[in-house]
């Protein structure tokens, strides 16, 4: 993982609220550098129908579901139970 080091000192400063709102608007969603932008021309039919609303993998439905956990590798060993069946509960539908 990589990223910018935070300070101590960082941490504890005072950020006004448009500080903070600057700062969001210049990532995220905002400025699409969240989700792949590979669509269904860029992949097999048969994955992109499993992925397409898939809370982890898709743009979209993020915004409706909660998206924990981007998969990097088949071996990764951090699950978001979203398609294990075992945790399918009544009121829920999951692909």
Known sequence: MTGELISFEDLLADTSVEDMRSE?????????????????????????AKIKDHPCYSEEAHHYFARMHVAVAPA???????????????????P
């Open 76 to 94: 990764c060993n951090i699950q978001c139970n979203y398609c294990n069946r075992k945790y399918d509960c009544a009121n829920e539908s999951r």
């Open 24 to 48: 969001l608007s210049s990532g995220g969603c905002s400025s699409s550098s969240c989700g792949s932008s590979a669509g269904p021309a860029d992949m097999a039919p048969e994955v992109w």
